[in-house]
Nanobody, 116 residues
Framework: QVQLVESGGDLVQPGGSLRLTCAAS????????MGWHRQVPGKERQWVAS????????FYGDSVKGRFTLSRDNAKNEMYLQMDGLKPEATGVYYC?????????WGQGTQVTVSS
């Protein structure tokens, strides 16, 4: 059974940093596709970043490139999103996603609010 649990969301001032964690079970994060998405009320869930395969190929959305960093700890089976230089438009609920044998799995989300 796949379970994804996000944590680390908080209220932070513009320009600040946060690190989100996705604790995974039933998923081999060193092999399966993993990613982060963001959703704000009234809008569709938006892709933020992804990592694929054992070679750790990573992709980032244009709005976060250079400021957000996705990483993994295979021993802990955890994925992280380091968010630096946060802007108010980064506000939203951040979801961890995994794709296992063609099936998508989502966590429950963690709220990030960027505001002064």
């Amino acid at each position: 059974q796949v379970q994804l649990v996000e944590s680390g969301g908080d209220l932070v001032q513009p320009g600040g940093s946060l690190r989100l964690t996705c604790a995974a079970s039933g998923v081999d994060i060193s092999r399966d596709a993993m990613g982060w998405h963001r959703q704000v009320p009234g809008k569709e869930r938006q892709w933020v970043a992804s990592v694929f395969g054992s070679d750790s190929t990573r992709f980032y959305g244009d709005s976060v490139k250079g400021r957000f960093t996705l990483s993994r700890d295979n021993a802990k089976n955890e994925m992280y999103l380091q968010m630096d230089g946060l802007k108010p438009e980064a506000t939203g609920v951040y979801y961890c996603k995994s794709v296992v044998r063609g099936t998508q799995y989502w966590g429950q989300g963690t709220q990030v609010t960027v505001s002064s």
